[in-house]
């Protein structure tokens, strides 16, 4: 009885057009638009705790992050077709 219903919310949102990278090489041209909720998070806790430390490698994690969840959904919708 006392619990609260938790809204939904957005973890990522990938835009992302196939015809502009074609190729494994081009792959990172596709990506239209891209928001990750976990990305805005670190930010802020970075900006909050004014660390740069580390930050070529959160870079480039939340990059793989990012290739990994469209890659998802190409997957998903090409097993779709």
């Known amino acids: 009885r006392g619990s609260k219903v938790q809204p939904a919310q957005l973890s990522f949102l ?10 494994d090489e081009t792959f990172r041209d596709q990506v239209v638009f891209y ?3 976990a990305t805005v998070t670190a930010k802020a806790k970075r900006r909050a705790e004014d660390k740069e430390v580390g930050r ?15 890659g998802l959904a190409q997957g998903m919708v090409d097993f779709a077709r």
């Open 14 to 23: 990938a835009i992302y057009n196939p015809s502009l990278g074609p190729t």
């Open 56 to 70: 070529a490698d959160e870079l480039h994690e939340q990059e793989n992050e990012k290739l990994r969840q469209i």
């Open 35 to 37: 928001y990750s909720r």
